[in-house]
């Protein structure tokens, strides 16, 4: 079974202050995500990467980077946050980009941004 | 317009009861096609593919028809822990390869 990790479940953070959300992926999968999911909007793409050190934008890329040095890690940043932050952040693996590979989340990490 | 669009529900029904949820897409060169599930305040998780000649898995069948675009999902003899919401989600290639999801269906089954 695949599995993805997220470093944290709840995280609470102040306006302004620099945030990272850890994934580890454990299936040797080329293709990383992370999405945002708020109600009434669904999940929304923030950023993927399918190779160590590549990175796209999403829908969504505004305000957020993200770090790919190991195949099994892609993180989030949050430069400076923001209280329009705050969201359930998911992260996401799949072994192709095209074709029929399903995605795998990571359990999630809610973020309050006070 | 959205590009997947889903009734957001939600549909309360009994237990034992048949329920379908369908799915439109806008996107003709759409590939290909899955169902999720989510509990609440939980991930998403694949519940099945959608293949084209229709599929089934337990009490569960989809269906695809790319003529009219839509996909659907059918359960039949619905238990309790049933209960969550059933997202849409397309894969296409166009224009760059994207994963869109539908903004889901919720399901709540009864005793």
């Known amino acids: 079974d695949v599995k993805v990790t997220q470093s944290s479940r709840y995280l609470v953070k102040r306006t302004g202050e620099k945030v990272f959300l850890e994934c580890v992926q454990d299936m040797d999968h080329e293709n990383m995500f992370w999405y945002r999911q708020d109600p009434g909007l669904g999940l929304r793409l923030i950023y993927f990467?399918?190779?160590?050190?590549?990175?796209e934008k999403g829908d969504i890329p505004e305000g957020y980077s993200v770090s790919r040095e190991k195949k099994e890690r892609f993180s989030l940043i949050l430069e400076s946050a923001s209280t329009n932050q705050t969201s359930m952040y998911l992260c996401?693996?799949?072994?192709?980009?095209?074709?029929?590979?399903?995605?795998?989340f990571g359990n999630g990490t809610r973020l309050t941004v006070t | 317009r959205k590009e997947v669009e889903q009734d957001p529900g939600p549909f309360n029904v009994p237990e034992g009861a048949t329920v379908a949820f369908n799915c439109t897409y806008s996107?003709?060169?759409?590939?290909?096609f899955f169902w999720y599930r989510q509990d609440c305040r939980k991930e998403p998780k694949l519940l099945m593919s959608?293949?084209?000649s229709g599929n089934e898995d337990g009490r569960f069948t989809a269906q695809l028809n790319r003529a009219s675009q839509y996909i659907s999902l059918l359960i039949r003899d619905s238990k309790l822990s049933d209960s969550a919401t059933y997202l849409c989600v397309v894969n296409k290639v166009t224009g760059g390869f994207k994963t869109i999801f539908g903004a889901g269906t919720r399901l709540f089954v009864k005793a």
């Open positions: 959608v293949y084209s």
């Open positions: 990467s399918y190779d160590v050190k590549m990175k």
């Open positions: 996107n003709s060169a759409s590939q290909s």
């Open positions: 996401a693996s799949s072994l192709e980009v095209l074709g029929n590979s399903p995605l795998h």
